[in-house]
T-cell receptor, first 114, second 112 residues
C-alpha cells in the first residue's frame, strides 16, 4: 500500500510568492496532520483534520498560512505571501484515528524562501 | 515548561554499547506514546509504540513511567546503523483532542 505522498519534494521561491504544498494521506486514514520542522523548533504541529474537517489550527503561525482538505485523499497547505522565516521542512502525516494509532509521515517538502 | 522534552545529545557510544534516552511530558492525562527514528534529511519513521507494561522489539525496549511522567528507550548492542535522531511523541488526548506532540529529538552516534 502506498504511504503518505507529498509534493513537491523541494520548493525554492522568492519572498512574497505564494507556495502550495500537497499531500495525499494513506487510504482509510481519517486523520491528517501538517507539521513543520526546523533545527531551532523541531517538529511543530500546524493543523490537523478529522474526516476532512479542521479540528485544531492553533499551531498555524499566522494568517499567511492556510490549509484545506477538500476530500479524504487530498490536502493542501498554502503560504501567501511567503517569507524567508517560513523556510523549513513541511511534513504531512496521517493516522487511522484510534487512540493508540501512530502517525505515518510523508517524505516532506523542503521549502526555501529567498 | 515544554509539553514534551528530550535531551538533544548527541550521545556518542561505541558499537555494542547499551544506551538509554528519556522523554518527559507535562500532561498527566496523556494516553499514547511513541518513539520515532529520523535519519538525516528524511521523514520520521515509527520505531515502536510504548505500552503501559513496557514492551520490547529485538534490541529495543520502551518503558512508560506514569508517576514521573516520562518514557524511555533502551537500545542494546548498538549498531552503526542505529545512528539517527530519536523523537518521542505524546498524544495528550484530553477532551477529544487528538494531536501528537513531538520532542525535539535526541541524536545518537554509534562509533566504530
Amino acid at each position: 500500500d502506498a504511504g503518505v505522498i507529498q509534493s513537491p519534494r523541494h520548493e525554492v521561491t522568492e519572498m512574497g510568492q505564494e507556495v502550495t504544498l500537497r499531500c495525499k494521506p494513506i487510504s482509510g486514514h481519517d486523520y491528517l496532520f501538517w507539521y513543520r520542522q526546523t533545527m531551532m523548533r523541531g517538529l511543530e504541529l500546524l493543523i490537523y483534520f478529522n474526516n476532512n474537517v479542521p479540528i485544531d489550527d492553533s499551531g498555524m503561525p499566522e494568517d499567511r498560512f492556510s490549509a484545506k482538505m477538500p476530500n479524504a485523499s487530498f490536502s493542501t497547505l498554502k503560504i501567501q505571501p511567503s517569507e524567508p522565516r517560513d523556510s523549513a521542512v513541511y511534513f504531512c502525516a496521517s493516522s487511522l484515528g484510534d487512540i493508540g494509532s501512530p502517525l505515518h509521515f510523508g517524505n516532506g517538502t523542503r521549502l526555501t524562501v529567498t | 515548561r515544554k509539553e514534551v522534552e528530550q535531551d538533544p545529545g548527541p550521545f556518542n557510544v561505541p558499537e555494542g554499547a547499551t544506551v538509554a534516552f528519556n522523554c518527559t511530558y507535562s500532561n498527566s492525562a496523556s494516553q499514547s506514546f511513541f518513539w520515532y527514528r529520523q535519519d538525516c534529511r528524511k521523514e520520521p519513521k515509527l520505531l515502536m509504540s510504548v505500552y503501559s507494561s513496557g514492551n520490547e522489539d529485538g534490541r529495543f525496549t520502551a518503558q512508560l513511567n506514569r508517576a514521573s511522567q516520562y518514557i524511555s528507550l533502551l537500545i542494546r548492542d548498538s549498531k552503526l546503523s542505529d545512528s539517527a535522531t530519536y523523537l518521542c511523541a505524546v498524544n495528550p488526548s484530553t477532551s477529544g483532542t487528538y494531536k501528537y506532540i513531538f520532542g525535539t529529538g535526541t541524536r545518537l552516534k554509534v562509533l566504530a
